[in-house]
């Protein structure tokens, strides 16, 4: 959009510069060819400067509107998407955080904040820098991570993942919860990473249940075990007829 205002503007300027070229030159030698006396012409090319000038700035006008046109439409269409954007993302169950190359917030939603445990979005950090110092993020071994291994410094050196699980506690309150997170960059038509983007889940209750299953999974193959081995002991002591 940037390079389409500049060469916009570059057109305005090469046409201004054609056109009043090509009057000068048009016009001077016009008065030349048929003024001869020195007090005429000098009226004469006060006039021209007159008449010039209501020309180029009619033409001005139209070139600058023009453009003026163009840049409201655009500028529209990007508010639209901004809008659009943000009723996505405000109707989205899951956590969501966009940020710029340096990892400056740029939008989230309010169930990035509930993910957080903060109360709104007001409450949210506005740059990732800031999040060692409230949070600590770990694998699920218990291993902490630097912030260099959490979800979006991965995501803004040009990592896409999906379900991505880490243990986030905070430090002031000391609540912990487990989140599954989908983060990948942003990139430009060149290629170039300008920002990223994290979809983030509590998946807390859903390991909880997945430990309690698998613990009474244990349970009852042990349970089993103890059956079988009571059902031979049974067995070897029945006196044979």
């Given amino acids: 959009m940037q390079t389409n205002r500049q060469s916009d503007i570059l057109k305005i300027v090469f046409i201004y510069t054609i056109l009043g070229s090509l009057w000068i030159f048009c016009s001077d030698s016009i008065s030349n060819w048929f003024v001869h006396d020195p007090d005429l012409l000098a009226r004469v090319a006060v006039a021209k400067g007159i008449i010039f000038i209501i020309i180029t700035s009619i033409l001005l006008y139209f070139l600058i509107n023009r453009l003026y046109t163009k840049v409201q439409k655009s500028t529209n269409a990007l508010q639209e998407s901004e809008a659009k954007l ?136 042990q349970a089993q075990k103890m059956e079988a081995i009571a059902l031979c002991v049974n067995v070897s002591e029945t006196p044979t007829p």
């Fill in 86 to 221: 943000k009723t996505a993302l405000a109707s989205m169950t899951d956590a969501v955080f966009i940020s710029d190359a340096a990892g400056n917030l740029v939008e989230m939603n309010h169930a990035w904040a509930a993910f957080s445990r903060l109360r709104n979005k007001e409450e949210c950090l506005k740059t990732i820098t800031d999040y060692p110092d409230l949070f600590e993020v770990s694998q699920g071994n218990g291993t902490t991570l630097p912030i260099e291994q959490w979800a979006l410094p991965r995501a803004l050196r040009g990592e896409t993942v999906s379900n991505a699980e880490y243990t986030i506690r905070r430090k002031d309150t000391g609540e912990v919860w487990i989140g599954a997170y989908n983060f990948n960059p942003i990139r430009n038509n060149r290629e170039e990473i300008i920002g990223a983007v994290m979809v983030a889940r509590d998946i807390t209750e859903l390991k909880q249940k997945e430990q309690e299953q698998s613990q009474l999974k244990k349970q009852l193959q």
